[in-house]
């Protein structure tokens, strides 16, 4: 198997790896405000058929997609997954229920 990530190519370009690495974030958050609020938690996190776990899987693909058409630039798995979730915790579309089990959530 071929290496083709641009970060494991090209580990010094560290400006160019940033720059990609704020628009993927900017990107999820854009995508996340076309769907509707999203419940983050459920009875079973590892349903592969809930909202969340559907999304993540759908926006991984078009946002590789995306950044090779746009940044002609592969990114690693681990990038577009950061990315992703740093947008989660940027973006107002997720509901949490209130017995999450979060012991550091106080709610209102």
């Not at 083709?4 to 690495?21: G, K």
């Amino acid at each position: 198997m071929a290496i083709r990530y641009d970060l494991w190519l090209d580990p010094d370009n560290v400006a160019r790896h940033r720059a990609v690495e704020a628009d993927l974030i900017r990107y999820f958050v854009e995508r996340f405000a076309d769907y509707p609020h999203i419940r983050l938690f459920g009875a079973d996190p590892y349903d592969y058929d809930a909202p969340f776990n559907r999304l993540y899987d759908v926006l991984m693909a078009r946002a590789a997609d995306y950044c090779e058409r746009e940044w002609r630039y592969a990114p690693t798995p681990d990038q577009l997954n950061r990315a992703f979730f740093l947008a989660v915790g940027q973006s107002n579309k997720f509901l949490r229920d209130p017995d999450d089990g979060d012991p550091h959530r106080s709610d209102p």
